[in-house]
């Protein structure tokens, strides 16, 4: 039985930090627990699903960012997120995060909200339709001029450039951390969701990462969406 946490960052333990960063390497090469720690420092809450030995059996690192200088509109930024391969097969981390995002859309009921991340491999990106009705970029709308031009924004003031617009391309410096071989590996697929994020990201076992984006609004949320976050009860720590 997993316990789901909204833990704010601060509030993590030094155990818990560690059973991140172990989670981390177990499944990416060249994570660096300095570059791990100074991005986890960045972010606000964690998502935290713990076994009833309260090891860490996954997470995702989650910032609200609002733009210097912007309209009011805020991206909810995920970072480092990871699950142990026994438990992918159920609902809590996607539940907890549909919990955040409606709590969001509670607590900001007159701004614009969106979600950003950047897509290291197919299974990432695989959450944005089986989560969303609309999002960017996506296999049947690739040159989506009215999200491209927010995604452009966000991505440019977080990565610099790092980020290419052309691309939509996160390519950043150095070694970086990857999926391992066994992670990598992926059958032949009819999936065009899989499909479109392959040839748009081909150099993904490298480390290249996809930005994407997709509007947080309730009626933006499909029925597996829906399902999984009735099916969730999180502990709520903020």
């Known amino acids: 039985m997993l316990t789901i ?3 704010p960052r601060q509030h993590l333990s030094e155990q818990e930090k560690s059973d991140m960063l172990l989670l981390m390497q177990a499944y990416f090469d060249n994570v660096i627990p300095e570059r791990f720690h100074m991005d986890l420092q960045e972010k606000d809450w964690v998502l935290l699903l713990q076994d009833t030995d309260r090891r860490v059996a996954g997470f995702s690192s989650q910032q609200l960012v609002s733009l210097p200088q912007g309209d009011g509109t805020k991206f909810l930024f995920s970072g480092d997120t990871i699950i142990h391969h026994r438990h992918r097969n159920q609902p809590g981390l996607a539940g907890a995060f549909g919990h955040l995002m409606l709590r969001l859309v509670m607590e900001y009921p007159n701004d614009e909200l969106f979600w950003f991340l950047i897509s290291k491999g197919p299974r990432t ?4 339709p089986v989560f969303f009705h609309d999002f960017h970029p996506a296999a049947l709308h690739p040159e989506d001029v009215k999200h491209k031009s927010r995604l452009d924004t966000v ?3 977080k990565f610099g450039s790092n980020y290419d617009s052309r691309t939509g391309i996160v390519r950043l410096p150095g070694n970086t951390d990857r999926l391992k071989p066994e992670g990598q590996a992926l059958a032949p697929t009819p999936d065009p969701h899989v499909r ?3 040839s748009a990201n081909p150099g993904w076992r490298q480390g290249d990462e996809l930005a994407c984006i997709a509007p947080i609004r309730e009626d933006n949320l499909n029925k ?3 399902r999984v976050i009735r099916a969730v009860v999180p502990v709520w720590e903020f």
């Open 5 to 7: 946490r909204m833990v």
């Open 155 to 157: 991505a440019s003031w």
């Open 125 to 128: 990106y695989r959450f944005l």
């Open 224 to 226: 597996y969406a829906r």
């Open 196 to 198: 479109f994020f392959l």
